[in-house]
């Protein structure tokens, strides 16, 4: 029937046309630019307009950029040179500041000889959270992950190495009064005896039990004061500190604002509603000048961990708010399901509702990381030498006074690096996690 068809039709066809090359406005560069530059009249008047200036911006800096001075010991020194090799009216950059100081804008006023120990806190801290950030790491790795955090203050900081271990004893103890005690006085008071009873130690009991512990071992490296720690390394320390601290604490009164307990919901409520409703630069003041007021008589409590326990607070506060956002953009049936399956609150949380939560939440709690960090360079006004502080420090020398480009790129584009990495490992974490189309 079907050969009956085709010898009776004229259209149906026989042989088939050979193949032949597309349009060339349909292939290659020239597709590329007529659907991404020219795809109509409003799009190639901004594609124009752009070109232009970009090439004015470029016209303008690559030169001065690129014929910069590195070779120089003070700005007078690099003008000379300036006007031997281009003449006095070259505007050239003057990069030598930075070969010259370098240092100071990373380290701060840190010893020379112990850059290693920084370096080596900064290696181990990438270590040590490689297996939480990438698949395929060494899950043994995650001893290093929960010691890190001590490793890292010992080696920059210096001093006795009871001190850290000491301090984490304390959180050993609240792990040990939140398992087991949940079985003796319930899962409420468990959940307050964490936090009562470590605090308790630290303040009471851990000073002494250093002392005793260094008295029969004094086991220690040379102790550097917070005053000498400022740059890069002082905006690393503030911003790692408070990222890896605000996640946990913000997800603790994500969930408290949610709870049906009215005293930890109203507590929850209050603390992100008072925090998020006053400027980080108020809470540093606040850290700075009045938090002494309320300790006791002759407590020497140091500037940046004060400076650290307030930006932590402020994170957290707007990270309980992202989360939260997480936690209302899942549907009903995730929490009635896991009901179903006959789980806790805190096996419903910890297996279903949280890692929904916090997938949906990527976008902005990567934004809040970016935001704090970047933010550190606000302990300037409260007397910490961040990199904006050393580069006033550096302006107000004799030889380097007048100069402020060369160093405010190089402070914008370390801060750009660090930012943009943070951002490129968001997309990928939620490429991979991109389950619902699969």
Known sequence: MSDVHAQTVSYVRETMLPEAEPPVTERGAIKWLRENLFSSWLNAILT??????????????LGWMLYGIWDAGSLTECREIRNE??????????????ADRWDQLLFGFYPQDLYWR?????????????PILFEGVPRKLFYLTAT?????????????????IVVALGFVIAGAVFRYGAEVVGPLLAIIGAFVVPILYWLLLAGPLTAILNSIAPIGMQYVSSDEIGGFMLAFIIGITGIILSFPLGILLALGRQSDLFIINKTCVTFIEVIRGVPLIVWLFTASL??????????NFDLLLRVIIMVTFFASAYMAEVIRGGLAALPRGQYEGADSLGLNYWQSMQLIILPQALKISIPGIVNTFIGLFKDTTLVVFVGLSDPIGFSNLIRATTDWNGIYWELFIFIGLCFFICCFSMSKYSQFLERKLRTEHR
């Open 48 to 61: 124009i307009l752009s070109l232009y200036v970009i090439y004015y911006v470029l016209s303008h800096t």
């Open 290 to 299: 009045l938090l002494n007021y309320f300790l006791p008589p002759g407590t």
């Open 118 to 130: 920084p370096v080596a806190a900064l290696l181990v801290f990438f270590v040590a959270v490689s």
């Open 148 to 164: 890190a955090p001590f490793i890292c203050f010992w080696l920059i900081w210096g001093g006795t190495i009871w001190g850290p």
């Open 85 to 98: 090799l281009y003449g006095e009216d070259a505007s050239v950059a003057c990069w030598a500041v930075l």
